[in-house]
């Protein structure tokens, strides 16, 4: 089984090169690692040259992002599977030991495997991603019962710092979307969720950073408010709509909502920054749906009432932030 791990970076000299080092820690060892530099200025290229040598093949481009980084990553790559992992992660030494074992008892069934992972830089996030998301109480190793359920519930368990796919099908379905700003690891897993089983480790065989300082883009974008954040959002539950496979299934109601629910943040986000004509051509597109304007007004009221008694319950909790999810609230 000959596998390819892919490590898209961007200005994280210092970051990468733990990373690399726990890959090669690996009880098993990959066949090469690749990384791709999307644009650094820090001179990560040069650093990991000098640290790694030729046991690291750095690819440079233009700065593009992490889904075109990644892309590029599957290009370059020979092996049959690839495993990823971010620039400010690190696997722990047993991560592809214990996912060839089960690939290998699986068979050709199974497109994609996944680990649980465990958050470090803050002692505030004690869950594992599988306690998040309500993935316990599972046989240590198995496959994954309906995986486009989890997805599109947005509570699903797999973080791809932790996945490992056949290249053979992130080929065949064209990799990563580049024009999402966030959710294309959500958008591949659905798409491969209909190509091929998943299979899962239940150990946290990932170290997660989530140091609360640390500056992250998409962490920004959520905590800015921004328009793009909305328009991806709303972009991401629109192609899944549009997918042939969701028509008239069990998952097309679910995403229906989801995408409501953006607008809605979309329009208390507006109102909130007194931006009354954006927030008004937002009110449209909920029209569209089939909210009226009393319903949308009732609604907005609901949902500020239900948000002032959640923060009244719990002022200091706070979640994970898994990249691309749907449950940020409006301030």
């Known amino acids: 089984m000959k596998v390819s791990t892919v490590i898209p970076t961007y200005n994280r000299r210092t970051q990468v090169l733990g990373a690399i080092a726990s890959v090669l820690r690996q009880t098993v060892p990959v066949d090469e690692i690749i990384v791709v530099d999307d644009g650094s200025t820090d001179g990560t290229p040069e650093c990991i040259r000098d640290r790694f040598g030729s046991s690291v093949k750095v690819v440079q481009q233009k700065n593009a992002g992490a889904a075109a980084a990644r892309n590029r990553g599957i290009r370059e790559a020979q092996g049959e599977w690839i495993a990823f992992l971010d620039s400010d992660d690190v696997w722990l030494p047993t991560k592809i030991e214990r996912q060839t074992d089960i690939l290998a008892r699986f068979g050709d069934q199974v497109g994609l495997c996944f680990t649980d992972c465990v958050f470090t830089g803050d002692p505030a996030l004690t869950l594992s991603v599988f306690g998040v998301t309500g993935f316990t109480g599972q046989p240590a190793t198995g496959l994954l019962e309906e995986p486009a359920r ?10 791809l710092q932790s996945v490992m796919a056949r290249r053979s099908l992130l080929m065949e379905i064209d990799g990563f979307d ?56 709303e972009q991401l539950f629109s192609k899944f709509l549009a997918m042939p496979e969701m028509a008239g299934t069990e998952h097309e109601q679910p ?43 009732a609604n907005l009221m609901l949902r500020k009432m239900k948000k002032l008694r959640r923060k009244m319950r719990a002022p200091n909790l706070r979640g994970a932030g898994k990249a691309g999810e749907s449950g940020m609230e409006a301030v």
């Open 150 to 159: 989890h997805i599109v519930a947005r509570r699903d368990p797999l973080w």
């Open 255 to 297: 995403l229906r909502e989801l995408l409501r629910d953006a607008y809605y943040n979309s329009v208390e986000c507006k109102l909130h920054q007194l931006r009354i004509v954006p927030a008004l051509r937002e009110m449209g597109r909920l029209r569209e749906v089939g909210d009226g304007y009393s319903s949308i007004l």
């Open 178 to 233: 580049e024009t999402l700003l966030l959710g294309e690891d959500t958008d591949l897993f659905l798409r491969l969720s209909f190509k091929a089983k998943f299979c899962y480790v239940g150990e946290a065989l990932v170290q997660v950073d989530r140091t609360p300082s640390r500056s992250v883009g998409i962490c920004n974008v959520y905590a800015t408010r921004e328009d793009r954040l909305f328009s991806s959002l």
